[in-house]
């Protein structure tokens, strides 16, 4: 028997787990899955947290649950690949060697990479919302809130699911709101870009309705390091902003085990081929989800759109068929902006964001680059479409991994996309 081993069972390694299972030939290859972790995160039910929208009854499912029946599943820490030998060693038991290897290991926050972070105001005053215990202590900071300056702040880019933060602000400009505190909270997003967002016809619409929301922004703010003592965040060209409550989307890098394999660049991605999902290393290695060093979102509706391609590409490849460079940065995202409402966001590598309807043309129903409440309830199915399609790859009709044109207006600047 050969042997594929996929490292990871988070979105993106369980999607592929559930896909190669039912595509490979199960008696010539046998499909092992590592992590160390029991339980499967929904991520962007993390949002929702803080505002007492979701609990962990939402968020948290065992792992082994979305792991098909002969599937090897093995919890363990992986301490690195030893990529010349096709093997992988773990922190503990025997090594595994493999004929093909899938990394699927994500990408996690970094708080202790900014100085001061993780000092006196950490889980004080100084929360995120990126990790199941973050966003359940923020929750408690929100509910014990009674006014004064919030301020929400991203480090650095590239970060998971870019619009979260931003929803974040116009979730807590709506949450404020209902309770009487919106008057007395000064509401700032603090971001080291240059405006709302990284595409500029989306973040030209999402800055409007930052300041139609009284949020006020403050751009190519890059972080130095957190004054606990003074309550500030400082910037290298030595801005401040002080906070009572600080949100902020600490770096975010990839698995240390990418460094430890000689695989991972200065923040642990790993270089992966843009459109067949191959490492740029190694012919049996391929990569997908956050792991990778794409310029495409690192998002769950990417890995989905990327699994798809991957799975055709590892048969491809068993048969010593050429790989299809299929992959074109299709991402989709719905981003809450309160009240009841969102926007829909749908790109790829080569076209930004930009208006139209989802998934069929003229019909929708969704709106894209519009705020709207059929969009909130497509955000709020998400859920139940991630634990019960998505994850266990059961087919999504109407929406494929390469992004169609049809149904959007496209006015001629938005298809010089920027690749961040
Ligand atoms: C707040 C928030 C909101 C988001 N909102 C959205 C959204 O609205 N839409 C959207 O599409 N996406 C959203 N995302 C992003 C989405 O959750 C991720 O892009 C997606 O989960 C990536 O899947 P992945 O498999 O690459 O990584 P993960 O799902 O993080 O899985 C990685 C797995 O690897 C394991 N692992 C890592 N290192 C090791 C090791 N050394 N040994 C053993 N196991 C290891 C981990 O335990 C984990 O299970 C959001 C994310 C966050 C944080």
Redesign the pocket.
């Known amino acids: 028997m050969k042997r594929l081993v996929i490292?990871?069972?988070?979105?993106?390694?369980t999607m592929m787990a559930n896909r190669l299972r039912k595509g490979m030939p199960a008696g010539e290859w046998q499909i092992t899955i590592?992590?160390?972790?029991r339980r499967h995160y929904y991520?962007?039910g993390?949002?929702f947290m803080p505002f007492g929208i979701y609990s962990e009854k939402d968020v948290i499912k065992p792992k082994r649950q979305f792991i098909p029946q002969g599937v090897e599943y093995a919890e363990?820490?992986?301490e690195r690949i030893d990529a010349e030998q096709n093997r992988v060693l773990l922190r503990s038991g025997g090594p595994l060697d493999y004929d093909l290897l899938i990394i699927?290991?994500?990408?996690k926050t970094a708080p202790d990479q900014t100085e001061g972070m993780t000092g006196a105001d950490w889980r004080k005053r100084v929360f995120d919302?990126?990790t199941f215990d973050g966003a359940a202590a923020l929750h408690q900071a929100l509910h014990d809130w009674n006014g004064g300056r919030l301020v929400v702040h991203v480090c650095e880019m590239p970060i998971?699911?870019a619009p979260?933060p931003l929803e974040f602000a116009f979730l807590a400009d709506w949450w404020l709101t209902e309770r009487g505190l919106r008057d007395k909270t000064e509401l700032l997003y603090v971001t080291p870009l240059s405006g709302a967002f990284t595409k500029p016809i989306a973040s030209h619409v999402l800055g409007h309705l930052l300041e139609e929301k009284r949020i006020s922004v403050v751009t190519d703010f890059s972080i130095g390091s957190v004054d606990s003592d003074r309550h500030k965040i400082v910037s290298w060209d030595e801005r401040e902003v002080g906070y009572d409550l600080l949100v902020t989307v600490p770096t975010n890098i990839g698995?240390a085990?990418m460094a430890r394999s000689g695989l991972g660049d200065e923040s642990n991605f790993v270089a992966t081929d843009r459109h067949t999902l191959q490492s740029k290393n190694y012919e049996n290695i391929f990569v997908l989800?956050?792991?990778t060093d794409l310029p495409s979102s690192?998002?769950?509706?990417?890995?989905h759109f990327e699994a798809e391609v991957l799975t055709q590409n590892i048969l491809h490849s068993i048969q010593g068929a050429p790989l299809q460079p299929d992959f074109d940065g299709h991402s989709n995202?719905?981003l809450e902006s309160g009240y009841g409402k969102a926007f829909l966001l749908d790109f790829n590598y080569d076209l930004q964001p930009v208006k139209g309807t989802f998934p069929f043309p003229f019909v929708g129903p969704f709106s894209l680059l519009r705020e709207t409440r059929i969009n909130h309830w497509g955000k709020l199915a998400f859920k139940w479409i991630y634990w019960n399609i998505l994850l266990k790859a059961v087919p999504l009709p109407g929406i494929g991994h390469r992004m169609s044109r049809a149904g959007k207006q496209i006015p001629p600047e938005a298809l010089k996309a920027p690749t961040a």
């Not at 490292?7 to 390694?13: F, I, K, N, Q, Y």
């Not at 699927?104 to 990408?107: C, D, F, L, N, R």
């Open positions: 490292l990871g069972a988070g979105t993106a390694g590592i992590d160390q972790d991520q962007p993390f949002l363990a820490e992986i699927a290991t994500g990408a919302f990126y998971k699911c979260a698995d085990a989800g956050d792991a690192k998002a769950g509706s990417v890995a995202c719905f």
